[in-house]
């Protein structure tokens, strides 16, 4: 793959600042499309849906962003010169094609492709049919950056394929891929896991827990319980399910203040056996396979557990491997849980609504890796490089 100059690249970024702030009305405007052929009852996948002026200025700020951060692409990582006279030299490079398949959110249009192009990458966009007139302008916004600076509308392709025949480009594709990023529910990896013959990276399901231990601040807790579950109910980062230390004191009261307060801002509330005796009237949970539901939704589990190593196996069980905090003010006890909570980002007294790219000082993000390999957490400008070995001899052979 051809490598392109830093400079080209970003004076492509800038031609498509400019155009999509020239176009946002019309881009609005296609959206509205979008919204108006959308069920709304999922309310959660619509709001992932909308396209308005904060979000273009959001659009915008994300280009600006990934923009002004250093080239990943052609950095060394490492550079030895060996007793045998060899010159090793390991240096960042292009993955080459990705492909992102991802649900809603006209956002990721921009966020992966901005991401991918500065990297170098080629990058394929299949988006769901729920934003396909926002997605059309907004690949014709890119093709227009792109070709104003002498580029191939090729670097950003969006495609247009119905679910078999994503199926079928995913077992034959009709080009070289080497990487794959499904961005959406489990339904969705697991379609392209099975279907894909190239590396995939999975950007996981939320199904976040919060555990209150023992001795936590009982009003820093509710702060962040609140929060996490109702900022924003769409995030991959939003919470679902709260375990409480039955040995923490006025144990009853104070889940009854927590029912309240969550009735309060409209939140559904499913318990276990145990919670169920001091809320009677909530919703008691008979199925198990809901310890492992993401809800995307203003519904949240309170559970109760023994201690805090109840808590971590409970979590490394039945969680998505996003996102798990802990309220507590004892140090030690936050580091054990911080420790052996296997998941991509875990918490001390804030909440999972920080695992998001620009809010952990990453910038603009393509998905968040619940995978182990190459990274995990959020896919920034520097995760979208692999490595590569530059070696220098003078006519060296190998021996033995």
Same mark, same amino acid.
């Given at each position: ?6 400079? =080209? ?46 979000? $273009? ?5 994300? &280009? ?12 060394? &990582? ?25 649900? #809603? ?71 070289? =891929? ?21 590396? $995939? ?23 962040? &319980? ?63 396979? &809901? ?31 996003? #996102? ?21 980002? $875990? ?21 968040? #890796? ?5 990274? /995990? ?19 060296? =052979? /190998?021996?033995?």
């Amino acid at each position: 793959m051809k490598l392109l100059d830093k400079n =080209i690249k970003n004076k492509v970024l800038d031609s498509m600042i400019t155009i999509i702030d020239k176009e946002r009305h019309q881009i609005i405007a296609e959206n509205k499309k979008d919204l108006d052929a959308f069920d709304k009852e999922d309310q959660a996948l619509y709001d992932r849906l909308v396209v308005d002026n904060a979000k $273009v200025d959001g659009m915008i700020k994300a &280009i600006q962003e990934v923009r002004d951060q250093e080239d990943p692409v052609g950095q060394t &990582i490492s550079d030895l010169t060996l007793d045998s006279g060899l010159k090793v030299t390991n240096k960042t490079a292009p993955f080459g094609t990705i492909l992102i398949i991802y649900e #809603s959110r006209p956002d990721v249009t921009i966020e992966a492709a901005v991401l991918a192009f500065k990297a170098n990458n080629k990058i394929l966009l299949k988006g769901g049919k729920e934003a396909v007139n926002s997605n059309i302008i907004l690949e014709k916004c890119w093709h227009q950056a792109l070709e104003e600076n002498g580029l191939s509308k090729d670097w950003i392709k969006l495609l247009h394929l119905k679910r078999e025949e994503t199926q079928d480009f995913l077992k034959n594709p009709s080009e070289k =891929i080497d990487l794959i990023v499904p961005r959406g529910g489990e339904r969705l990896i697991k379609f392209v896991k099975d279907n894909a013959t190239c590396a $995939v990276l999975i950007s996981g399901r939320g199904n976040n827990f919060l555990y209150v231990a023992e001795d936590a601040d009982w009003l820093k807790a509710v702060k962040v &319980i609140v929060n996490a579950k109702t900022d924003k109910i769409s995030g991959c980062n939003a919470l679902d399910k709260v375990l409480i230390d039955k040995n923490i004191p006025e144990y009853e009261k104070k889940i009854q203040e927590l029912e309240t307060m969550l009735h309060k801002l409209g939140v559904d509330i499913l318990v276990d056996e145990n919670v169920s005796e001091i809320l009677p009237n909530e919703t008691q949970v008979k199925d198990n396979n &809901i310890w492992y539901e993401e809800f995307l939704a203003m519904k949240i589990m309170l559970a109760e557990v023994n201690n805090e190593d109840n808590a971590i196996d409970m979590i490394n069980k039945y969680s998505g491997g996003h #996102s798990a905090a802990i309220i507590t003010e004892d140090k030690e006890l936050a580091k054990k849980f911080m420790q052996q909570v296997d998941s991509a980002a $875990v918490y001390h007294n804030a909440s999972t609504r920080f695992t998001d790219g620009g809010q952990m000082g990453v910038g603009a993000e393509l998905a968040i #890796s619940t995978d182990k390999l190459h990274h /995990r957490g959020p896919l920034g400008l520097k995760q979208l490089v692999t490595n590569k070995y530059y070696v220098f001899g003078d006519g060296h =052979i /190998r021996t033995s």
